[in-house]
Structure formats: structure tokens, C-alpha cells
């Protein structure tokens, strides 16, 4: 249950873990402007101050609106509770798996759990934590600061930039480099996708003038090469490539669910775990499978 609290005692230490929408919050600044705050935000009480965890767009908002007092709820006794408890609802506060990393890496760096001790704690397999650091590893401090400001989009980042830094050896540093020369342009995902492919695919010239950005011109350019061969653009043939592999690990998991290897304790406690979460996924995503469908059929 919430109280209300001063909205001066929040200490924003995690600002910079969650990421910006601009878009989206500026509509929920006029939802709060007629109605107030209805979820309240959530930290950790600490003997110095209010740690806020969740609530960031929130806070923001009262701020603009000039708002003394905001409705606050408990998380836990300390940084490294409230952050587990935050992760294990993370579905339900729509945390995106970047946040979810930055936080995860916040527990192994500085509150000094290993990764078998987060695992446990979230009931997750340290696969599944394993790669959300490794996400945190392989990104630049500057690159950071891009995606959660809300400068660079986060897909274009997770589903062709890393792309290309596992498939065709682009370093970090260059990564880096474009990154930040395409930063709060307002580009589209689709733009992004076409001055990635131009700057680390295309001419030495191509690259020279992204890298200063100078985005019109290979944007033009590129608008103006025939399309692929399959008559798909990058974006459609990233979703294909999904369509893909869902449908062979469909496959492979109904051929091997019944299989009488499958014995171990830690196994079936960590498969009943797995499971639950594709379960509770199944409605949605098939929902969305089906409206992807209908449309294919009707273009």
C-alpha cells in the first residue's frame, strides 16, 4: 500500500538504468495532469533517503506539474532486495531487457552476487542471467547513455548492430563510432538499419559521411538500390529468420519432451520454470501469430 511522500526526498541514483520515451511520456503527463498519479512509484528506504526503482516517467511528470507529494511503496529494506523484487515482477512493470540487465549487472558489480546467487534469487537459470551481462559487458559507456536516453532505438541496437559485431567482425569502437553519429536524429528503425548496412557494408565514402553526420545524401542513396533479390527489406528479413527458428525449436522441443533421458531433479525444476514462463506468454503470443497471419493472407 502507498503513502505519499515528498517528491524532493527521491534519491535518483537509478535514473540512468531505466529507459527514456519521450512519446510516451508525454501522454502519461497528461494523464496525471487529469487524473494524478494512480500506481505509486517504488523504491528502497534508506536512512538518507528514498531510493527510486521504478516510477522514473512518474516522477518526471509531478515534477513538471509542480507536485509536492507522490504516493510511494516499499520494495524492500535495502538497494540489493528492492532491485530482486523489481526483477521478479519485472513482466508486469514492463521492464525491457536492457533494464533488466542494468540492473542484474548492478547486483554482480557492486552489491557482489554471483551470477548463481542472482539466478536463484529470481528463480532463472544463469543462462538467462549470463547473457544479460554480457549484454552490459559488450556495450561502451557512451553507447549506454545513447539507448537509455532514448536516443538510439533499442531494437536497431539488439537485433543489427550486434549483428554485425558478431557475423562481420565490426569492433566495439566502430559500433560506437556509429552510434553516436546517428544519435537523436529521429530516424526511424528501418533508417538506422539502411546507414548500419551503408557505413559498415558499403564504400569507404558511405562510411566517412555517416560517421560526420551527414545522413541525407547515403540515405538517398540507399533509398535508391533496387531491393533484395527475395523482395524484402532487412527489417522483414530479421522477422522471417525469427519465424524460422521458432518454428524449428517447436519442433525440436515437441520431439524431445518425451523423452525418457529427461530424469534429473535439477532438469525438471528448471524446465518447470522455463515452461511456466512460455505458458504464461502462450495467449499473447499466439494472438499476435494470429493477426500476423490474417494480415499476410489479406496483403
Known amino acids: 500500500m502507498g503513502r505519499e511522500i515528498e517528491l524532493s526526498s527521491l534519491d535518483l541514483r537509478y535514473e540512468g538504468f531505466r529507459l527514456k520515451a519521450s512519446a510516451l511520456e508525454e501522454r502519461l503527463l497528461g494523464s496525471i495532469a487529469q487524473r494524478g498519479i494512480e500506481e505509486p512509484l517504488e523504491g528502497v528506504e534508506t536512512k538518507e533517503s528514498n531510493v527510486l526503482l521504478n516510477g522514473f516517467k512518474r516522477f518526471r511528470c509531478a515534477r513538471k506539474l509542480r507536485l509536492a507529494t507522490v504516493p510511494y511503496s516499499s520494495l524492500g529494506p535495502d538497494e540489493a532486495v528492492g532491485i530482486l523484487n523489481l526483477l521478479r515482477t519485472a513482466n508486469n512493470r514492463a521492464l525491457g531487457i536492457l533494464e533488466q540487465a542494468a540492473f542484474i549487472a548492478e547486483l554482480k558489480n557492486t552489491r557482489q552476487m554471483s551470477v548463481a546467487q542472482i539466478a536463484l534469487e529470481l528463480s532463472r537459470s544463469k543462462s538467462w542471467v549470463s547473457m544479460r ?16 536516453a532514448g536516443a538510439f532505438p533499442v531494437y536497431s541496437y539488439m537485433y543489427a548492430l550486434r549483428q554485425f559485431m558478431r557475423m562481420n567482425g565490426v569492433k566495439p569502437a566502430q559500433i560506437e563510432e556509429f552510434v553516436l553519429a546517428v544519435s537523436g536524429k529521429g530516424l526511424s528503425v528501418r533508417e538506422v538499419e539502411q546507414l548500419a548496412h551503408g557505413c559498415f557494408r558499403g564504400p569507404e565514402s558511405f562510411r566517412r559521411e555517416i560517421l560526420k553526420g551527414n545522413l541525407a545524401l547515403p540515405l538517398e542513396r540507399m533509398r535508391q538500390v533496387p531491393q533484395s533479390s527475395d523482395g524484402c527489406n532487412e527489417f522483414e528479413r530479421v522477422l522471417l529468420g525469427d519465424l524460422e527458428l521458432t518454428q524449428k525449436y517447436m519442433q525440436r522441443v515437441m520431439g524431445k519432451s518425451q523423452d525418457r533421458r529427461l530424469v534429473s531433479r535439477a532438469f525438471h525444476a528448471q524446465s518447470h520454470l522455463l515452461s511456466a514462463g512460455i505458458l504464461s506468454r502462450s495467449r499473447a503470443f499466439f494472438h499476435t501469430l494470429r493477426q500476423l497471419h490474417d494480415r499476410n493472407g489479406q496483403a
Open 133 to 148: 551481462l554480457g549484454l552490459m559487458a559488450e556495450m561502451s559507456a557512451p553507447v549506454r547513455r545513447q539507448l537509455f
